[in-house]
């Protein structure tokens, strides 16, 4: 049985709506700014919004329809936000308002024949002409009503059904194990959105080439995914070295590189190239929150410390960021132990005879590395030095790791760091639950792991932009709105900011310990 008084707030607010979408919609919105139309559009967002999201959840109700209203309102949202704060504030409002509307439907609380009729009012509202009172609509808006579809042509990997997004990660290699779950998370984050309608009625889609974690193999897979696959974008791509030959080709046609599974500089670069966006803290953030850590709370002296890295553009940076951390700690970095590996390789002799080597005994090192290299490292020296302590960088799969080193028995798991870019794993905070669940759904049985939860978190942040774009999409709509995502908040205890001057959202650190029981606890670094 539906719930009457729901049903008749609903039509209040559609008898409501269909006066104000009469002058909103099918009038003039940007004539009425100076009026403060923020207010008047803010009222129909809580009226019209919950109209929407019912007539999503009703599957008697054609998409085509909900789509209509939904992007006439989404542009009115754009044209009465005077700056970038109104404007995410009451995109978000609206979105708050559709999900009522779903969650109406879906459960039980609201009835799709009087869905049905609430919708056709509106539809009729905003094709009437506007009232005599409301001013002229503005060039974009046609007398029905009807936004133009934009003066560009077809936008590659954008139709009227789907959004198709490029990932280049590693099916093999040394890194294949963080490529695949990087993968999964923002495959659950589309899933979810896909079975909440979409945005703006688009299917988000992820197509992934492999690289085998190899620079030499990355243009191939990047010109894959562009001229066979027609991909909007690039999201996801893993590796630093490989970023050093992906972005070059992403900015040369002026592209998306969207959260790419990197601290790289390659990716930060300042001011920040306008297509290349970051959610994750850079290796120079990282390293000096590890650095911090074990001079100040495990009073480690600093010619104490190593640095254990591939002996590429992931090592040196990783190598970078811990000099640069000394230097702003005031030490001198001309004395740090640099140990290097092979990429793809797990043949650490040289690394560890150069450790057994040192004088000065070495009790704690800085990791720079993949899963297999770096539990390898750890299992050849754990015997050799009981005490040291390992902290490892977010890159490292921690999930990975910790299975690694769980297999050679309890003492390899003892004083294991990983620094994080997203909180615990095992945490209850409202992130961790909602892609725990939203994980289930997509993929029961699938371990939550913390790369597959940054994935999840890089999604959604883009989902947002997205979202704010309306359905009039192309990349440099989506950079402007990326570029305006202010204190978004999505239960992480840091809102994520991107702004024209800075392309990374996040600058937070979290720490995490494995314990003998090979499960991570999380830690302070401070």
């Not at 919004?49 to 209509?68: K, Y």
């Not at 009227?160 to 040394?174: A, C, H, K, L, W």
């Not at 104490?304 to 190598?319: K, P, S």
């Not at 570029?483 to 809102?495: F, H, K, Q, Y």
Request: charged share 20%; net charge positive; glycine share 8%.
């Amino acid at each position: 049985m539906q719930n009457s008084s729901f049903a008749s707030c609903i039509t209040r607010r559609s008898h409501r709506a269909a006066v104000l979408s009469a002058v909103v919609l099918a009038g003039s919105v940007s004539a009425a700014v100076s009026a403060d139309n923020v207010s008047l559009v803010r009222e129909l967002a809580g009226r019209v919004g919950p109209i929407i999201g019912s007539s999503q959840a009703c599957t008697s109700i054609a998409p085509r329809r909900v789509q209509l209203i939904l992007g006439k309102f989404q542009q009115a949202i754009r044209e009465a936000a005077a700056n970038p704060n109104d404007l995410n504030e009451l995109a978000r409002e609206f979105e708050r308002n559709v999900a009522e509307g779903r969650a109406a439907v879906n459960g039980g609380r609201a009835d799709c024949r009087l869905v049905e009729r609430q919708l056709t009012e509106l539809e009729r509202s905003v094709s009437a002409p506007p009232p005599a009172t409301a001013p002229a609509a503005p060039a974009a808006v046609a007398a029905t009503g009807a936004i133009r579809p934009a003066a560009s042509g077809p936008v590659r990997g954008v139709t009227d059904q789907e959004i198709r997004f490029g990932m280049v990660i590693p099916y093999t290699g040394s890194a294949k194990e963080n490529g695949q779950s990087y993968k999964r998370g923002i495959e659950v984050a589309f899933a979810r959105t896909n079975a909440s309608g979409g945005v703006n009625g688009r299917m988000l889609k992820l197509i992934a080439a492999d690289d085998g974690f190899e620079p030499t193999r990355t243009p191939d897979a990047m010109k894959l995914l562009w001229d066979r696959e027609q991909v909007f974008g690039f999201l996801g791509n893993l590796g630093t070295p490989t970023a050093a030959v992906a972005v070059p080709f992403a900015l040369e046609r002026r592209v998306l590189f969207f959260a790419p599974f990197t601290g790289g500089s390659v990716v930060r670069h300042d001011p920040p190239d306008r297509y290349v966006f970051n959610y994750r803290p850079s290796f120079v953030e990282e390293a000096d929150a590890a650095v911090r850590y074990l001079l100040k709370i495990r009073k480690i002296r600093p010619n104490q410390i190593a640095v254990f890295g591939q002996n590429d553009d992931l090592g040196e940076q990783g190598f970078a960021g811990v000099a640069k951390a000394y230097r702003a700690a005031g030490l001198s970095d001309a004395s740090i132990l640099r140990l290097v590996y092979t990429r793809n390789s797990i043949d650490m002799d040289g690394a560890v005879a150069q450790l057994k080597a040192q004088k000065v005994p070495i009790r704690a090192i800085v990791m720079v590395g993949t899963t297999r290299p770096a539990a390898k490292f750890i299992e050849k020296t754990r015997d050799l030095f009981p005490g040291m302590i390992y902290t490892n960088m977010s890159i490292v799969g921690a999930t990975a790791l910790a299975q690694e080193l769980a297999m050679l028995g309890p003492r390899f798991t003892e004083n294991v760091i990983v620094t994080q870019a997203v909180p615990a794993v095992s945490g209850y905070s409202s992130t961790v639950l909602d892609f725990k669940t939203a994980l289930a759904q997509a993929s029961p049985g699938e371990t939550p792991d913390y790369i597959s939860l940054e994935g999840y978190i890089a999604a959604n942040l883009l989902i947002d932009a997205l979202r704010r774009c309306g359905p009039q999409l192309d990349t440099e709509r989506l950079v402007e709105a990326l570029e305006n995502t202010r204190n978004l908040d999505m239960g992480l205890g840091a809102s994520l900011n991107l702004s024209r001057g800075d392309h990374q959202a996040l600058h937070k650190v979290w720490g995490t310990q494995l314990d003998k029981s090979g499960s991570y606890q999380p830690i302070d670094l401070e």
